[in-house]
């Protein structure tokens, strides 16, 4: 199933979801604007980030229910972009974090490129935020700038594209 975003205001916008048999879902409403989404595995869920003033027009996690959901979102608590996230699980996600993010950086990614990421694992059912790896603690700090994320077929290795070396890392999750 796709989806699409329509703004319909300074600080909302509208997701219309498109089946593939011309199926006609209800829409979601969200707050904020530069809507960027991912379906789980099972198509359950959506995570997706916008951008409101209210977070300084920084990137703002939630997560959505499918078109057959309730219609509501939960703000996850982290300021990330949806494309820094890997589902391990329907309702398991990995995501990079900046550790820092100045105003106006999901408006103007370009702000960000001297920004470090660290790694949260997300349970969706309940919501409950762990930090899983800070690199920059490590014996050997690796500076990492996170451009994509995604895991093993076997949910045990996390692979991480540096954007400043262009190197792959893992990491072992079990």
């Known amino acids: ?11 909302s916008s509208e997701i219309f979801f498109i089946g593939q048999a011309g199926e006609n879902f209800k829409s979601l409403k969200v707050e904020g604007v530069n809507f960027q989404g991912r379906w789980s595995p099972a198509g359950n869920y959506l995570l997706y980030h916008t951008v409101t003033a209210d977070n300084d027009y920084n990137p703002n996690l939630w997560l959505g229910s499918g078109p057959n959901g309730s219609g509501q979102s939960r703000d996850l608590g982290l300021q990330t972009w949806v494309k820094k996230c890997v589902f391990a699980k329907e309702d398991e996600v990995y995501c990079a974090v900046p550790e820092n993010l100045p105003l106006g950086a999901g408006l103007y990614p370009e702000l960000v490129e001297s920004e470090r990421d660290v790694i949260y694992k997300i ?6 935020k762990q930090l899983v790896a800070n690199p920059y603690e490590e014996e050997s700090p690796v500076n990492l700038k996170v451009g994509k994320l995604e895991i093993s077929a076997q949910h045990d290795m996390l692979f991480l594209w540096d954007e400043y070396s262009g190197k792959i890392y893992k990491m072992k999750l079990k």
């Open 1 to 11: 199933m796709a989806f699409y975003a329509k703004p319909t205001g300074l600080n």
């Open 123 to 128: 349970n969706l059912l309940t919501g409950r």
